[in-house]
């Protein structure tokens, strides 16, 4: 995964990987659960960015109400799978 800031780091950038390569998807409650990765947007930037092996994530906005009733928005990264050719 290139170089890795730290190992804490590095351990959310492998379960984070994991996630996308897993599910397809990860939002940041996902990611508090799973790594406890308060900077997502972050780590996607570092998953793009990898010299060895860089993900294709889209990042889709999605809005929501919360528990008061207003509208908030939050992204939700994908990842762009290849389509196999015949």
Same mark, same amino acid.
């Given at each position: 995964m290139g170089t890795?800031?730290?190992?804490?780091t590095g351990t959310q950038l492998r379960e984070i990987r994991q996630q996308l390569e897993t599910f397809g998807w990860i939002d940041k409650r996902t990611a508090l659960e799973i790594c406890d990765c308060d *900077? /997502?947007?972050a780590r996607i930037w570092d998953l793009r960015h990898d010299p060895v092996d860089p993900m294709?994530?889209?990042?889709?906005m999605e809005t929501k109400q919360n528990r008061f009733g207003h509208p908030v928005?939050?992204?939700?990264? *994908? /990842?762009?799978r290849e389509e196999a050719t015949a």
């Amino acid at each position: 995964m290139g170089t890795l800031v730290n190992e804490m780091t590095g351990t959310q950038l492998r379960e984070i990987r994991q996630q996308l390569e897993t599910f397809g998807w990860i939002d940041k409650r996902t990611a508090l659960e799973i790594c406890d990765c308060d *900077r /997502l947007g972050a780590r996607i930037w570092d998953l793009r960015h990898d010299p060895v092996d860089p993900m294709n994530i889209e990042t889709v906005m999605e809005t929501k109400q919360n528990r008061f009733g207003h509208p908030v928005r939050y992204a939700t990264y *994908r /990842l762009v799978r290849e389509e196999a050719t015949a």
